[in-house]
């Protein structure tokens, strides 16, 4: 089955840039999403098909899906900002969310 | 604004049926441009996806739950439904409705979740 990796933990300074990727075989010749999630919150959609971002999302969100990898980034990076990150990519029609990365923002 | 809002029993004995539902507001089910899609977390776990189903009635399922699970949709009520059988505590979990937008391939609107715990 197809896996999706994600680093367990990154951390930033506020204001600072911070990247959070993900690893899947030939990832690039699939779209990525990405999900915030809050504690005891739903997850929420910040970024769809690699780098494209819903209505009302800042843009201080910006993705990108090269080779094997899929990044994140988050500029100018808030308090709020401080969260789980998940991606998640089709495969064959079977929905694959990597293992998140929690964002701690000190 | 579409909302989505699973309902279901709190509490599942092993190896009984997990049966929940999501209702669909503020917009139609039957709206090609969706699927409609269960995905779960374990307490302080990843998220994990369950299957979806279009209002044809087409699904697709984790094949690490294949033989258990099954969706349907009741288009008149504007709903979806989950079914799981022969739960376990592994079984345990915050059960999420999602509506997956076909033309972005992601989420976009998430249901708040409700917590389902297996035990005797």
């Known amino acids: 089955s197809y896996e999706l990796t994600q680093p367990p933990s990154v951390s930033v300074s506020p204001g600072q840039t911070v990247s959070i990727t993900c690893s899947g075989d030939k990832l690039d010749y699939k779209y990525t999403s990405w999900y915030q999630q809050k504690p005891g919150q739903s997850p929420f959609l910040v970024i769809y098909?690699?780098?494209n971002r819903p209505s009302g999302i800042p843009e201080r969100f910006s993705g990108s899906n090269s080779g094997n990898t899929a990044t994140l980034t988050i500029s100018g990076t808030q308090p709020l900002d401080e969260a789980d990150y998940y991606c998640?990519?089709?495969?064959?029609?079977?929905?694959?969310f990597g293992g998140g990365t929690k964002l701690t923002v000190l | 604004q579409v909302q989505l809002q699973e309902s279901g029993p709190g509490l599942v004995k092993p190896s009984q049926t997990l049966s929940l539902s999501c209702n669909v507001s503020g917009g139609s089910i039957s709206s090609g441009a969706y699927y409609w899609t269960w995905i779960r977390q374990p307490a302080g776990k990843g998220l994990e996806w369950i299957g979806r189903?279009?209002?044809?009635?087409?699904?697709d399922y984790n094949p690490s739950l294949n033989s258990r699970v099954s969706i349907s949709v009741a288009t008149s009520k504007n709903q979806f439904s989950l079914k799981l059988r022969s739960v376990t505590a592994a079984d345990s979990a915050v059960y999420y409705c999602a509506r997956e937008n076909q033309r972005w391939l992601g989420f976009d609107y998430w249901g708040q979740g409700t917590l389902v715990t297996v035990s005797s």
């Open positions: 098909q690699d780098k």
């Open positions: 998640q990519a089709w495969d064959s029609g079977i929905g694959v």
């Open positions: 189903i279009y209002t044809n009635g087409n699904t």
